[in-house]
């Protein structure tokens, strides 16, 4: 516990900026339960009776089509992908606290609507507008939480948004569950409604959290930056420990201003482009692993599969994708980022391969469509590899995408180029969702994939580890202003480990300024 409240050696209290960057990640409970509910949805008798446009299932019952199906769930990925993009300008213009309020507004627009509708045109305008929000928010969370939050426990707490994620499935799960047999509109109306409450949570706590002393550093607001820096840490504004965190802020903003003005063409060049191709890579991957086939249509999928009791299935993923999430937290500081989803991704590996395996050998199919299991105790073993597969991602890849992204960009570009790895998670995301119920559903149109389209996920998990391997560097235990000085000094994403900084951009002021008194004296005496 002594380890979690401070780290020896650190000035002031820690534990300010713990529960801040804790509360903030409140934000990954929309995201999480936003993306879960939509599963159980899809699968609920009445929602499907009220919202089927006349197209009737392999079972006779009144349904959405494969088409509507993929609109409804991938359009609130393309709304957080425009939202992922627009957070940069909104993150920079007004901040990353004000942000986040304006962001979660735009989000209970967007859950109004979808409360309201009782059809499909208006659900998905409110998919699409809570998706909006939801993207806003995914790209100004961890920019607040990277730019608050001490270094030796950086990778805790932004890793904790992710953990919010899998708390927000969770609940949809359990929610999905207890609605599921209402036969009237509080079946689908009370899981969508419930998101009103995490919404107001947050923005009530953001109005009370300071802004980022980065971010008023930016602004060129040095007074602003000390005393919400002093707040944070619990320390009085002239503490010299605080004096000196803001020095070394300022001195890396104006070093990268010398460089000249930020804009999005900079993100492609020098190193920046390498840690762009890095962030988007990760994002990107992380979407192809797998976890949302699971999350958006694990529900429908596990019902279609011969389980009669689909819905507790769902749960159980989701109680095992938050359980594991905290053994990922401890593991990010512990072992640091390498090697964490190094070998997190080949236990996703192994276990995509052994889930497409089981899934293909026991089932078939008869002319309707539907499937026939011929082993139940192989498709048992499947949904139990399904859960280790989520226990390694939770494990790794889930929280540790956010922080790397989190913390791999200099102040100047960082709310760009987090914006552009965020919306590279939400591009796959739609990608995926859309193209989801054509690879996987029986019929004319679709390929039919049913448990081949783990190979897929096996596949992509494959491509990760060679991905870290060569792409990811080691980041533990460095403030944001050093990992800008390790991708400097280091061309090797392999060479970064037990890299230490060598100097501080204060002292690469200092000696700037020493030069040019020098040069100035010189001058003068000629």
Not at 63 to 85: E, M, R
Not at 298 to 310: A, E, L, P, V
Not at 456 to 474: L, Q
Request: with cysteine.
């Amino acid at each position: 516990m002594q380890l979690m409240l401070k780290s020896e050696g650190a000035a002031g209290k820690s534990w300010p900026a713990i529960c801040i960057g804790m509360f903030v990640a409140f934000g990954g409970v929309l995201f999480g339960y936003d993306t879960g509910t939509i599963s159980g949805i899809l699968a609920m008798p009445y929602w499907q009776d009220k919202f089927s446009t006349g197209y009737r299932d392999s079972t006779g019952h009144l349904n959405v089509t494969s088409s509507q199906s993929a609109t409804i769930v991938s359009i609130l990925s393309a709304g957080t992908f425009f939202g992922a993009l627009t957070a940069a300008s909104i993150a920079d213009s007004i901040g990353r606290r004000l942000g986040s309020i304006a962001s979660t507004i735009v989000f209970i627009v967007g859950v109004t609507l979808q409360t309201a509708a009782t059809s499909l045109p208006l659900f998905t305008a409110g998919r699409f507008f809570a998706g909006f929000g939801v993207g806003l928010i995914s790209a100004t969370i961890p920019l607040y939480q990277s730019e608050t939050a001490p270094k030796w426990i950086r990778g805790v707490i932004v890793g904790s948004y992710q953990l919010a994620i899998t708390i927000g499935l969770l609940l949809a799960s359990i929610v999905n569950n207890a609605t599921q047999s209402r036969y009237n509109t509080g079946s689908y109306r009370i899981p969508i409604a419930v998101q009103f409450a995490w919404a107001l949570i947050l923005i009530a706590g953001m109005i009370a959290l300071p802004e980022t002393p980065r971010y008023m550093i930016k602004k060129n607001n040095l007074q602003g930056a000390t005393k919400a820096l002093a707040r944070i840490r619990r320390l009085p504004e002239n503490d010299p420990a605080v004096i000196d965190e803001i020095t070394e802020i300022q001195a890396n903003h104006e070093y990268e201003l010398s460089l000249g003005e930020a804009t999005y063409l900079d993100c492609f060049k020098g190193n920046l482009l390498k840690r762009l191709l890095t962030g988007c890579f990760l994002q990107g991957l992380q979407q192809l692993t797998g976890i949302n086939f699971i999350f958006y249509y694990g529900t429908q999928f596990f019902k279609n599969s011969g389980f009669s009791n689909s819905f507790v299935i769902s749960m159980i993923t989701s109680c095992v994708n938050t359980g594991s999430t905290f053994p990922g937290l401890y593991a990010i500081e512990k072992w640091g980022r390498r090697p964490v989803l190094f070998w997190g991704a080949i236990g996703m590996t192994i276990s995509q391969f052994l889930v497409a395996i089981l899934g293909t050998t026991t089932t078939s199919q008869d002319v309707a469509g539907n499937i026939v299991v011929h082993n139940l105790p192989a498709q048992k073993a499947a949904i139990a590899f399904i859960c280790i597969y989520i226990f390694f991602f939770a494990a790794s890849w889930g929280p540790i995408a956010w922080v790397v992204t989190g913390e791999i960009f200099p102040l100047k570009v960082r709310a760009k180029s987090l914006s552009m790895t965020t919306a590279t998670n939400w591009l796959l995301n739609w990608a995926i969702a859309y193209s989801t119920p054509y690879l996987v559903n029986y019929g004319p149109g679709n390929a039919n994939l049913q448990s081949k389209i783990f190979f897929i996920w096996g596949g992509c998990c494959f491509i990760c580890i060679a991905f870290v391997y060569f792409m990811i560097y080691e980041t533990k235990g460095l403030t944001l202003e050093q990992v800008d000085e390790l991708y400097a000094e280091v061309n090797d994403a392999r060479q970064s480990v037990g890299w230490v900084p060598t100097i501080t951009f204060r002292e690469i002021r200092e000696a700037g300024k020493g030069a040019e008194v020098k040069e100035n004296k010189g001058n003068s005496i000629a």
